[in-house]
Nanobody, 124 residues
Framework: QVQLVESGGGSVQAGGSLKLSCRAS????????MGWFRQAPGKERDLVAR???????TYADSAKGRFTISRDNGKNTLYLQMNSLIPEDTAIYYC??????????????????WGQGTQVTVSS
């Protein structure tokens, strides 16, 4: 069992930046595909970015060029650096991990462990 705890959300104005962190309770997460999802009110939970154990990350079109996902295995921590934020980025952001290193597909149902979520609000 892996527990994930997010931090770093908040309120910013459009054009601002935030960095989200997700600390995993176990180093086993270092060998798993991990990702960030977001969910706005009344909308589906969508992938923002996913990070394989080895290889390049995958980003949603809305995140490309603005967001950067990274992981520090020494700290069991996943990050999401968000720049040039726009009001449409407003959502609850969730950290997630799979039970394996397999990292294909964007469906949130393929991820087994979830953090509690952190609110990101971007005002115009």
């Amino acid at each position: 069992q892996v527990q994930l705890v997010e931090s770093g959300g908040g309120s910013v104005q459009a054009g601002g930046s935030l960095k989200l962190s997700c600390r995993a309770s176990a180093s086993t997460a270092n060998n798993a595909c991990m990702g960030w999802f977001r969910q706005a009110p009344g909308k589906e939970r969508d992938l923002v970015a996913r990070m394989p154990v080895v290889g390049l990350p995958t980003y949603a079109d809305s995140a490309k060029g603005r967001f950067t996902i990274s992981r520090d295995n020494g700290k069991n921590t996943l990050y999401l650096q968000m720049n040039s934020l726009i009001p449409e980025d407003t959502a609850i952001y969730y950290c997630a991990a799979r039970e394996s290193w397999i990292c294909s597909g964007n469906d949130w149902r393929a991820f087994h462990y979830w953090g509690q979520g952190t609110q990101v609000t971007v005002s115009s």
